[in-house]
Structures are given as C-alpha cells and as structure tokens.
C-alpha cells in the first residue's frame, strides 16, 4: 500500500486487465492518453468507470445500487471525494440491489489488487465468504453508508456510514414527544410502516430503533409493516395495498423519502391528508431538499435526517489508513431531525 513502485506495477494491471477483460476504453476531452495512465474505463455494460493518474490510492467502490435520491447523492458524494485532484484512482460498480453484483464486484477488485475495497452492501447477511477472500488478498475493506452482520469483525477495517438505530429511535421519540403535546398519548394510535429493502441495515435498524420506542406502549398498535424497497414506485403501490387493508390508520412510517413521496401519491389520490392538519402523521427518513420542502408546508410532521455526503470522512479515513494511523471501528455520520419548527435554517443548504 502506499509505495509508488508497487502502483506502477498495479497500473500494468490495470491496462492488462482492461485489455483482457475486454472494456472499451474512452480516453476523455481533458488530456492525452500516455503511458499507463487511463482517464476514464467502462465495461461494455457500461457499469465500471476508473480513473488513474500516477502514485494514485486506488478504490474499488461496489455501490448498492441508484433506488433513491439519496442514493444518488451518496455515489455523487463519493465520486468528488475520491476524485483524482484528491489523490484517489476510482473504480465504480452499481450492483442494481443484486448481492451478487457485489460479489462480482469485490472479487474483479481483488484481482486487480486495489489498494482498498468500499462497499455499501445491499443487504447485511452472507459477507462472510467474499471478504475472506479479500482479507486473504490483504486488501482493507471499508463499508460505506449501510453495515453487516458478521461474527469476525476483522472482515473489515472500518464502517463509515449512518446510525440506522438511532435515526429509528429518533423518530419514534419525535412520535411519543408529539402525541404528549396533543394530549392524545393514551388513544390507540394504529402504525404502518413501509419497510426499505428487506434484511438491509437500513431497514433493520430503524425497525429496531422504531420498535424499541414503540415497545413502551401498549396503545401503539403496529397493524403491518411492507417492503417498499426504497423506491418511490413501491411506494406508491405499497401505500394503495395497505389503504386497502386498513380504515383506520393514524400513523404512516415511510423508511425513506423516496416512499413517502410515493405513499403521498397514493394518499392524494384517495382524498387522504397528512400532516399536522391533515388526517394522517407521515414521518419520513433522508432529509431530502424535496422532503424537507413538504416538512416546511406542513405534509411531513417529521424527516429524520439519514446523511449521504460521507465521501470526504471516507477519503479522510482512507488517508489515514495510508499514513499507518489508528482508526475508529465505527465512524457515524452526523444526523438531525427536521421538524417545521427548524426546517427553515437547514433546506437552503440541502445538496441532495
Ligand atoms: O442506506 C440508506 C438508505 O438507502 C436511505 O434511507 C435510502 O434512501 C437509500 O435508498
């Protein structure tokens, strides 16, 4: 890691493995291509782009997927903070939410002996296998925005990303805070909650955090939780399914913003209001510019910021990592709660 000789040599690796692997090469507008430096790679499939200048740290980055806005703004973060003006040589994958693009992803890293794997992982579970292989190779792997389940914690240096439980716990206090001020806490008050991708971190912790708040009382009855795969169109649908089901549900907990602007699609579409004045409670999770603008007019009570810009820690850590430096297991993100009351100090400046 770290030593120029030994990126030359990787760079030989790179174009050989370019070349064999068959991925058309686009030299970009900005310069000439000389030597082993390549400006921009992409497979035939369109899905890997690399970037290499010389003494460059290089990253193999196996991105989950482009599900969501915040999605979009987590790789946009990552690709300015790992750019080659910063030192970095990228390689990007979108798995398009499929584990085994992941796997596939890792392993194309290791045989071109990057210097570090990042991976947002799709789902928590089954890691066990892929990163030993990458652990065998020596390479550090970095888990970025969403965490695993595993018993060997050695099977990564270090997680960067967000605190999935508290943002859960987060909402469920905002929750029993507001039915205290209305001095409705003791009324049945019926939940549903649409779910984010089954078995992800992100969909775990806040159901756990969530839960953890709900479990104090008894009158908070959960009537279902979905799979709306953090998508606005699953959303959507998923929220016409439980209108269908269900007359009489008081709280709506969409696990991103993406399905809750789904969810209010469907709701509109039922003449159904939320809000403060509206018929329902919707709390939403990310903290999107377009979530917080529907905070500010009263048609999300609550967004529990979920924060996506966590390429500069990353590239930080990363830097760290090279000069030999300790550090931190776990390295959260930090994270507020938008409410009408302070939503204003904050949606100018949302990137994402
Ligand atoms: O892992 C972070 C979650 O994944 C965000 O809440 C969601 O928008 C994204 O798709």
């Given at each position: 890691?770290?030593?120029?000789?030994?990126?030359?040599?990787?760079?030989?690796?790179?174009?050989?493995?370019?070349?064999?692997?068959?991925?058309?090469?686009?030299?970009?507008?900005?310069?000439?291509?000389?030597?082993?430096?390549?400006?921009?790679?992409?497979?035939?499939?369109?899905?890997?782009?690399?970037?290499?200048?010389?003494?460059?740290?290089?990253?193999?980055?196996?991105?989950?997927?482009?599900?969501?806005?915040?999605?979009?703004?987590?790789?946009?973060?990552?690709?300015?903070?790992?750019?080659?003006?910063?030192?970095?040589?990228?390689?990007?994958?979108?798995?398009?939410?499929?584990?085994?693009?992941?796997?596939?992803?890792?392993?194309?890293?290791?045989?071109?002996?990057?210097?570090?794997i990042v991976i947002?992982p799709?789902?928590?579970?089954?890691w066990?296998?892929?990163l030993?292989?990458a652990k065998?190779?020596?390479?550090p792997v970095i888990l970025l925005?969403?965490n695993i389940?595993v018993?060997d914690e050695s099977l990564y240096t270090t997680f960067?990303?967000?605190?999935?439980?508290?943002?859960?716990?987060?909402?469920?206090?905002?929750?029993?805070?507001?039915?205290?001020?209305?001095?409705?806490?003791?009324?049945?008050?019926?939940?549903?909650?649409?779910?984010?991708?089954?078995?992800?971190?992100?969909?775990?912790?806040?159901?756990?955090?969530?839960?953890?708040?709900?479990?104090?009382?008894?009158?908070?009855?959960?009537?279902?939780?979905?799979?709306?795969?953090?998508?606005?169109?699953?959303?959507?649908?998923?929220?016409?399914?439980?209108?269908?089901?269900?007359?009489?549900?008081?709280?709506?907990?969409?696990?991103?913003?993406?399905?809750?602007?789904?969810?209010?699609?469907?709701?509109?579409?039922?003449?159904?209001?939320?809000?403060?004045?509206?018929?329902?409670?919707?709390?939403?999770?990310?903290?999107?510019?377009?979530?917080?603008?529907?905070?500010?007019?009263?048609?999300?009570?609550?967004?529990?910021?979920?924060?996506?810009?966590?390429?500069?820690?990353?590239?930080?850590?990363?830097?760290?990592?090279?000069?030999?430096?300790?550090?931190?297991k776990?390295?959260?993100?930090?994270?507020?709660?938008?409410?009408?009351?302070?939503?204003?100090?904050?949606?100018?400046?949302?990137?994402?």
């Amino acid at each position: 890691m770290g030593i120029n000789k030994e990126k030359g040599f990787w760079k030989i690796g790179y174009k050989a493995a370019a070349l064999l692997t068959g991925v058309t090469i686009l030299l970009s507008g900005c310069g000439s291509f000389t030597g082993f430096s390549v400006s921009e790679v992409t497979t035939n499939e369109g899905d890997i782009e690399t970037k290499s200048d010389d003494a460059l740290i290089s990253v193999g980055f196996s991105q989950l997927g482009s599900e969501s806005t915040w999605r979009s703004a987590n790789t946009e973060s990552v690709k300015a903070s790992l750019s080659t003006g910063n030192g970095f040589f990228l390689i990007f994958d979108n798995a398009r939410q499929k584990q085994e693009k992941q796997f596939k992803a890792v392993r194309s890293f290791i045989s071109q002996r990057v210097d570090y794997i990042v991976i947002c992982p799709v789902i928590q579970e089954g890691w066990e296998m892929v990163l030993t292989e990458a652990k065998d190779a020596g390479i550090p792997v970095i888990l970025l925005d969403r965490n695993i389940a595993v018993n060997d914690e050695s099977l990564y240096t270090t997680f960067v990303g967000e605190d999935m439980y508290a943002e859960g716990a987060s909402a469920g206090k905002w929750l029993e805070a507001y039915l205290e001020e209305n001095g409705i806490s003791d009324k049945d008050i019926n939940i549903v909650v649409l779910e984010g991708t089954t078995g992800s971190s992100a969909q775990v912790g806040r159901t756990r955090g969530f839960g953890a708040i709900a479990a104090r009382h008894m009158n908070w009855k959960m009537q279902a939780s979905a799979n709306g795969e953090f998508t606005q169109a699953k959303g959507k649908e998923t929220m016409e399914r439980l209108l269908r089901e269900f007359d009489d549900i008081d709280v709506i907990v969409c696990q991103n913003d993406d399905m809750a602007f789904g969810a209010l699609e469907a709701l509109d579409e039922a003449g159904i209001t939320t809000g403060e004045d509206g018929d329902k409670i919707l709390i939403s999770f990310d903290g999107t510019k377009k979530a917080l603008e529907l905070v500010k007019e009263g048609v999300i009570n609550v967004d529990v910021e979920c924060n996506p810009n966590s390429g500069d820690l990353l590239a930080q850590i990363i830097h760290d990592l090279e000069e030999g430096k300790e550090v931190e297991k776990t390295n959260y993100m930090e994270e507020k709660v938008f409410t009408k009351e302070n939503v204003d100090e904050y949606i100018d400046d949302r990137n994402y």
